[in-house]
């Protein structure tokens, strides 16, 4: 049974950083794509990060250059560090698994993603 659970989530002010956490069990887990989606009440989920099972990373355009994704499959676990935050990060955070091995890039479809966590909450204050 595949389970992922988030942590790190919090309140933070404007220009503030976290970093979130995902440990996965129950799969190999460097094996696949890993990805991050964030979710606002009366919004679709959208598109973070992700980071496939080699390393390659894509991001939404709106976080390039403040957050980064990383892996270390020693302990199954993925992160994402977010730097200069703004209120419109704010946000339930998931992490989810991906294709196992698949194309160069990561997707950035939730629908490319089996498996979720239970989400993380961020809220940044202005």
């Known amino acids: 049974q595949v389970q992922l659970v988030e942590s790190g989530g919090g309140l933070v002010q404007t220009g503030g950083s976290l970093r979130l956490s995902c440990a996965a069990s129950g799969r190999t887990f460097s094996d696949y794509a890993m990805g991050w989606f964030r979710q ?13 099972w080699s390393g390659t990373t894509k991001y939404r355009d709106s ?12 302990k199954n676990t993925v992160y994402l560090q977010m730097n200069s935050l703004t209120p419109e ?3 339930v955070y998931y ?7 698949g194309t160069y890039w990561p997707p950035a479809s939730p629908s490319e993603y089996d498996y979720w966590g239970q989400g993380t909450q961020v809220t940044v204050s202005s």
Not at 63 to 74: C, E, L, Q
Request: hydrophobic share 35%; net charge positive.
């Open 40 to 52: 606002v009440p009366g919004k679709d989920r959208e598109f973070v990060a992700a980071i496939t």
């Open 63 to 74: 976080v390039k250059g403040r957050f980064t994704i990383s892996r270390t499959n020693a």
């Open 89 to 91: 990060d704010t946000a």
């Open 95 to 101: 992490c989810a698994t991906g294709p196992q091995y």
